[in-house]
């Protein structure tokens, strides 16, 4: 669903040193100040976090933790029958808590013997080479909070149920640790704006919204389809087109909207050669000459 980098509700600080978080009126929480508050509480703990300190533990009501017991109990169905078998056994591995909202420092700590990985929590907006170049590290910025639990299957931004449910699950897969780890090195190798962008919109359009042919069937392992109940049930249904570098590279996307082009990899060892090489290899040249062929 969505480019951690680019769309989050801004986040302000105050001169009172007092943190804000702008909901937008659309917002299924705007007029909710209890909510609000809380939401301003945790983008603060964010901003105080200082990078090698343990992540600062975030409250949640008994009816945000319904909420995450919902959509996990909704999804483990819909990841049965739709996502890769890679992500499953990896959420398997990874074993998130089905009751609860799991702490991020928690979810860090089963990560880390897997892959490696870690989170780092994130208030609002991270700057795209940031975001892209921890990625090198084994560190993944994540927001804390949850949707509102008016509409437990809805949000209009990425909340911890994509971050943890999508990512995190994603993560627990020593291949597609792989995969993050070769996009934060590409973030961190190219120099212009232009190439960064064309990394991260591989990126979208691979592990956020990426599927993959298995047993003759479309399956999902982007962590956007792979978060969010109702794009998971259509994804089929969308303009799903081989795997293209220069394509994926150069394809507008709107983020506020289920996503209707798609690019399917033959098989994880194709995504790998594809995309993993690209990663791998790719500088600021050899982006403008791809950006720039037919
Ligand atoms: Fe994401």
Known sequence: MFEEAQYFAPVATRDDGSVVVELASGHPGF????????????????????????????????????????????????????????????????????????????????????????????????????FYGVLADGLFHSTQYIRHHSVPFYTPEPDIVHEVIGHANTLASPRFAALYRLAGQAARRVETDEALEFVSKVFWFTLEFGVMRED????????????????????????????????????PYDITKYQEVLFEAESFDHLEDVVGTFWDTCDDDSIARLAASR
Do not use: C
């Open 31 to 130: 007029a909710d100040t209890v909510y609000r508050n809380r939401r301003n509480a945790i983008a603060a703990l964010a901003l105080g976090h200082k990078p090698g300190e343990p992540i600062p533990h975030a409250e949640y009501t008994d009816e945000e933790h319904h909420v995450w017991a919902l959509v996990m109990q909704e999804l483990a169905v819909k990841h049965d029958k739709y996502a890769v078998r890679e992500f499953i056994d990896a959420a398997v591995r990874l074993g998130l808590p089905t009751d609860r909202i799991p702490q991020l420092q928690e979810v860090s700590d089963l990560l880390k013997p897997i892959t490696g990985f870690g989170y780092l929590p994130a208030a609002g907006l991270v700057p795209l080479r940031e």
């Open 216 to 251: 003759g069937e479309s399956k999902a392992y982007g962590a956007g389809i792979l978060s969010s109940s109702g794009e998971i049930e259509e994804f089929r249904g969308m303009d799903i087109r081989p795997l293209d570098l220069k394509a994926m590279g150069s394809t």
